[in-house]
């Protein structure tokens, strides 16, 4: 593994009629014959297509799938609809995904207890962090059972909308504004989590709990759901700034968050990696069977992340606002 | 930068191959023999000094310089007689 990787850095093509290549350890973006700019390969966290008529050769797609890294390719509203995966990802691939579909409901269902968890205080540090009132999510989040019987997260997001985003707001990703910034700074999260679980050795199409038929990723959906807050703080931001659309700064904005220096048990790490760590404390849950999910936690002030170590099986429940660092959007 | 023997064919297939090396690793040519390569720490620079050494091609001369993004914001380059225009260090997105 050469030392470049992974840099995090996210590739767009947003503009029409790219056309995308590999030469050596690079990828190469031309318009019109001309060359436009190029990227080292290894650095590169995702490439996202946004554009309609971007031509990519099978070379440079097998290219990212060996290193890793996914390719999004987006519809209408930056929702992507596609997504490159690689087939193997980890060296003991085969082991891990063994165990994951060999995972028991009990154990499925107590590690979905721990993600609707981790995402109540996700949202409730978020709505700390904003200035606003997080007490009911934070005991929401305490009183999350195994397999979530309650539907604690559907009572939660009723809570949550109206009140990081306005009382009129509706989640809708085919409406334009703010829901359109969501759209696209989940694409850039959800291509960051695919790849921390392709690269952990285990399946994407095999959700925790969830068995979404029409979804080629659920478990990079079921794994993202408690990191989703540190997107809607930063569109709560944009949209408090004026912004009304996905433009450059909005863009730029939302893929910074995937490398934002996060605190988290073992250090500060750039949120790319902590999802990597992530991924791999899943891996080591299937073949342990024990859950022992690693989420970040979502803290004041613009979108730090701080994990709490070992909560046990989901349960533990104070929510943890340390503020470690204030900074989550200075260059890094 | 290298300066590479290349009278041989050995030393010839020795000095193309570490070339080419550095450019699968995503090593950029900014000159002939001079390759450049920006990383996001000061380990992440180390580490690459690590795997530089263990594919030397085996003769001549290579140098490994560390510049901080500053210094090399910083420098000025010629093309011609007329002055290029400055690089700046990547950033987390990168649109085309």
Known sequence: MPPGSPLGRVVEIAEEGRHL???RGFLVVEAGGEELGRV????????VATARGTSLTTSLIAALA???TPVVLCGANFAPVALVFPLAGHHAQQRRMEAQLAATRPLAKR???QVVAAKLRAQAAALASAG??????????RSVRSGDPENAEAQGARRYW???MGEGFRRDPSLPGANALLNYGYAVLRAGVARAICAAGLHPSLGIFHRHPHNPL????DLMEPFRPLVDLEVRALVAEGASEVDRVAKRRLAALLLADVPTAFGTSPFATALMRCAASLAESY????PALEFPMLSAEGGNVIAEPDFPVGLSGHVDVRDVRSSGDDEV | MFDLPVTTKSERRAAAKFRLWLLDQGWEMSQFSVYLRWCASKEQAERWLREISRNLPGTGKVHVLMVTDRQFEQMTVFRGRSRAGKRPKPEQLTLF
């Not at chain 1, 080292?40 to 490439?47: C, S, V």
């Not at chain 1, 606003?132 to 989040?141: C, D, E, I, T």
């Not at chain 1, 659920?218 to 959906?221: K, S």
């Open chain 1, 132 to 141: 606003l009132p997080s007490a009911a999510l934070a005991r929401l989040a």
């Open chain 1, 111 to 113: 590690l979905w207890a």
């Open chain 1, 21 to 23: 290549l590999k030469e």
């Open chain 1, 40 to 47: 080292p390969l290894d650095d590169i966290a995702a490439l």
């Open chain 1, 162 to 164: 109206p009140l990081m």
């Open chain 1, 66 to 68: 060996e290193r890793g």
């Open chain 1, 287 to 290: 073949l342990s069977g024990v």
């Open chain 1, 218 to 221: 659920p478990l990079a959906d």
